[in-house]
């Protein structure tokens, strides 16, 4: 890989948790990683100020870099440690073991059982109640520490626990009930042991309640140092529990998610063993004119014939297919392979956890793909041409008007040039003393805003695309005509066509005239993607002024979330933070919260 490719898919990172897979000259994996933030995590490898030699030595033989984005970071992590012990790569520390991940053991011979901390399962008595491999030592700390106070269940070891004559310092401070001196029965401590696993399996709510009335009731006293305390509690008794959609379900599958996009298809295939994402590939397809449906059998006809592969239970796909389509591929797999499998495009719970992962790299992959340098250029000539402009491009810059019935109406410039978006010029324009609604004013004075301060030394665009009709176009070249900047500028505005579908685009010129792309022209594409773009980022400011003006949560903004199940959300997670970090899984745990008001509620928060 150039270096000049590799700067590309630097700048056109997503701020998404996930997994990144640093890949050699010959597409070996070198490393593998996980990030809270994918653009943060990864862009670090490649900063001047970087010493340390093994990083240096393996950002030098970095060809290439493919993602994985997860739901969470936790989720992140589990599919790191699959990962690294599959791949075993040359610059990770190997977990072997599972010793860098903890385990929560109740022993079971024992008349008095004991809970303790260990890492691996090769020492575990057999018999022995085990819960985990948890993701963060920490949590599992904190929560057995929590444990300990409530239930009191012995943490000493049987030799300690046969030799006591008088209770220890736990007893003291009411941490144990000093069975080893009898203080307290075998039927009654067996009580506390079988409280304390049903909490570490999930079926006692009760603990999570308590701890949210005393966080309430402290706060309201205004004891916010204690309900600080109740917060922590409940996020890591949250993390213990969480079931994650790449680690707590059983079951084996490969999940294809098929997006069409700009005039790229992409499938990105997750393959799920035994309840864990074990990894992902993605595959970019030259035909899109076909159905979603045939390109996906297609697709699938080859793909399990390319090489001798793992054969699942289940194939899991995005795209909705007739029985009679499916049939043959099963005779064929089961021929084959002798292995007979489902394939469904109606999946819940878990299954349609992971069809949404993958649906959501295989959009970062079209967007990731859009933004290399052949294909920019290529775009670049494409609009050239078809625009009939003297020359390529070298700067687009376009604008877009966001409001919500007039109210907190945000104008947005974002800016395109022969290294694609470049992120660091995006602007935003807040708009005032307009009438409310009037996108004709709004883009009238954010034209004003942007060029008003116009030098000799100043970067100009030479293009310059406005979101919207010949209303808009016409303001945009008053104001221009003001500036006298309207000959140094061409201007040209994109609206929607009937029924606002994609594809169906007019472009407007200042000279009155229209024109119509073909939807698989590539420079029709560019201007959709920058114009989608400009799109986004003005939502994404709006929304935060629309929040700040109104003094409110975000979670009043979503639709079927009322005043009670926002405040079970927030006692659930101890505050918006944690509701912004969690997963549709996790949110969809909190009561009154179902599957399809948890995606709504992410969709939502994350943009």
Not at 176 to 199: E, K
Not at 306 to 334: G, H, M, W, Y
Request: glycine share 6%.
């Amino acid at each position: 890989m150039t270096e000049s490719k590799l700067q590309h898919i630097l700048a056109n990172l997503p701020h998404l948790s996930g997994v990144y897979k640093m890949l050699g000259a010959q597409g070996e994996v070198l490393y593998v990683g996980k990030a809270k933030s994918l653009k943060n995590r990864v862009s670090s490898y490649f900063q001047k100020n970087i010493t340390h030699p093994k990083t240096q030595a393996l950002v030098a033989k970095i060809c290439d870099i493919e993602l994985t984005i997860t739901h969470s970071e936790v989720e992140a992590l589990l599919l790191e440690q699959n990962l690294i012990k599959t791949l075993k790569p040359p610059f990770n520390i190997l977990l072997k073991d599972d010793k860098s991940y903890p385990y929560i053991v109740i022993t079971a011979k024992e008349d008095f059982p004991q809970i303790s901390i260990q890492r691996g399962k090769k020492n575990i008595v057999q018999g022995a109640r085990v819960f985990g491999p948890y993701p963060s030592a920490q949590s599992v700390h904190e929560a057995l520490l929590l444990l300990q106070r409530l239930f009191q269940v012995r943490q000493c070891d049987d030799s300690t626990f046969k030799h006591r004559d008088r209770p220890c310092m736990q007893y003291q401070i009411k941490r144990c009930r000093a069975p080893c001196v009898g203080l307290i029965s075998q039927p009654d401590y067996q009580q506390d042991v079988d409280s304390t696993i049903r909490f570490l399996e999930g079926k006692n709510t009760e603990l999570q309640q308590q701890i949210a009335q005393q966080m309430e009731q402290a706060s309201l006293a205004l004891n916010f140092e204690a309900a600080a305390i109740y917060r922590d509690q409940l996020l890591n008794l949250r993390q213990i529990q969480t079931q994650q959609a790449v680690y707590g379900e059983q079951g084996e599958a490969d999940v294809f998610a098929l997006v069409i996009e700009q005039g790229l298809a992409a499938i990105q295939v997750l393959y799920v063993r035994g309840g864990r994402v074990l990894g992902s590939k993605n595959y970019f397809l030259t035909s899109t004119e076909s159905e979603s449906s045939t390109i996906m059998m297609e697709f699938l006809s080859g793909f399990y014939w390319q090489q001798e592969r793992d054969i699942p239970q289940e194939i899991i796909i995005n795209c909705a297919v007739q029985d009679e389509q499916t049939q043959s591929l099963k005779q064929a797999l089961f021929s084959s392979y002798q292995r007979k499998v489902h394939i469904k495009s109606r999946v819940k719970e878990h299954r349609a956890a992971w069809l949404h992962l993958a649906e959501l790299n295989a959009k970062e992959a079209i967007k990731s793909h859009l933004q290399t340098k052949m294909q920019v250029t290529a775009r670049l000539q494409a609009l050239q041409k078809s625009l009939q402009l003297a020359n390529i491009p070298q700067r687009i810059e376009c604008f877009d008007i966001s409001h919500l019935q007039g109210e907190a109406t945000v104008a947005s410039c974002v800016v395109y040039d022969l290294q694609g978006a470049k992120r660091k010029d995006y602007r935003h324009f807040l708009i005032k003393n307009i009438q409310a609604g009037d996108d004709y004013a709004a883009m009238e004075q954010a034209i004003q805003q942007r060029f008003k301060k116009v030098n000799a030394e100043s970067v100009l665009p030479d293009l310059l695309l406005i979101d919207g009709g010949k209303g808009q176009l016409d303001k945009t070249q008053q104001a221009l005509i003001q500036l006298a900047l309207a000959e140094q500028i061409t201007t040209i505005a994109i609206s929607k066509g009937e029924g606002r579908k994609a594809g169906l685009e007019t472009i407007h010129f200042t000279t009155g005239q229209t024109l119509q792309l073909a939807s698989d022209d590539i420079a029709f594409h560019l201007l959709q993607f920058i114009r989608d773009e400009a799109h986004r980022f003005a939502i994404t400011k709006h929304r935060a002024k629309r929040d700040k003006a109104r003094q409110s949560s975000p979670l009043e903004a979503i639709p079927n979330l009322g005043a009670k199940r926002r405040r079970a959300l927030l006692q659930h997670f101890g505050g918006l933070q944690g509701v912004i970090n969690a997963s549709q899984q996790q949110l969809a745990q909190v009561e009154g919260i179902g599957l399809n008001l948890a995606q709504i509620i992410y969709d939502i928060l994350h943009g």
